[in-house]
T-cell receptor
Framework: AQTVTQSQPEMSVQEAETVTLSCTYD???????LFWYKQPPSRQMILVIR??????QNATENRFSVNFQKAAKSFSLKISDSQLGDAAMYFC????????????FGTGTRLQVFP | NAGVTQTPKFRVLKTGQSMTLLCAQD?????MYWYRQDPGMGLRLIHY???????AKGEVPDGYNVSRLKKQNFLLGLESAAPSQTSVYFC?????????????FGAGTRLSVL
């Protein structure tokens, strides 16, 4: 069974600085998808970025980018130029290609942003 | 376009009571999911459905039942609520299998069982 591990329960960053959130996963599959979701205090789950395992190029979305290391089974999220609105819980998630599309989540990292 | 709507948003139950959580999506999605979120544990899959009339167990199905009688609705039932079912429940849906498809989440239901 696949597992997702987020070893940083909490992180903090100053506004305008860069922060990296860590995620590792375990799988025997060769093809899969990885996601980072943001959950602000409103509880709404918001997709931040996704990566397809067969793509070697790291995904980027504006100030958000990932460092995908397939051999190491590592999928970290880098937030550049941090903003107060980035404060939230961040969840790393794995989705296999087994035709169920279900997600397996890590335990989350709470990000605080200080002015 | 409402997306994924969960009803109710909050509920307090007494141990042993029953209730049904409703998830409705207006995107004509095939797949739907129920997750629960507990502190320090992330989201865990309870049950899911890959189409109208089908359901399957997820990671933590005990104490819950589901039904998908209509494509747009996915119901989660608690027959006899227990304090261990105090949690935030999320529904999600996805168009179907495909690399570009993503799951859309509802706003969650906070349930307390006393």
């Amino acid at each position: 069974a696949q597992t997702v591990t987020q070893s940083q329960p909490e992180m903090s960053v100053q506004e305008a600085e860069t922060v990296t959130l860590s995620c590792t996963y375990d799988t025997s599959e060769s093809d899969y998808y990885l996601f980072w979701y943001k959950q602000p205090p409103s509880r709404q789950m918001i997709l931040v970025i996704r990566q397809e395992a067969y793509k070697q190029q790291n995904a980027t979305e504006n100030r958000f980018s990932v460092n995908f290391q397939k051999a190491a089974k590592s999928f970290s999220l880098k937030i550049s130029d941090s903003q107060l609105g980035d404060a939230a819980m961040y969840f790393c998630a794995y989705r296999s290609t087994d035709n169920t599309d279900k997600l397996i989540f890590g335990t989350g990292t709470r990000l605080q942003v200080f002015p | 376009n409402a997306g994924v709507t969960q009803t109710p948003k909050f509920r307090v139950l007494k141990t042993g009571q029953s209730m049904t959580l409703l998830c409705a999506q207006d995107m004509n999605h095939e797949y739907m999911y129920w997750y629960r979120q507990d502190p320090g544990m992330g989201l865990r899959l309870i049950h899911y459905s890959v189409g109208e009339g089908t359901t399957a167990k997820g990671e933590v199905p005990d104490g819950y039942n589901v039904s998908r009688l209509k494509k747009q609705n996915f119901l989660l039932g608690l027959e006899s609520a227990a304090p261990s079912q105090t949690s935030v429940y999320f529904c999600a849906s996805i168009e179907g299998v495909g690399a570009k498809n993503i799951q859309y989440f509802g706003a969650g239901t906070r349930l307390s069982v006393l």
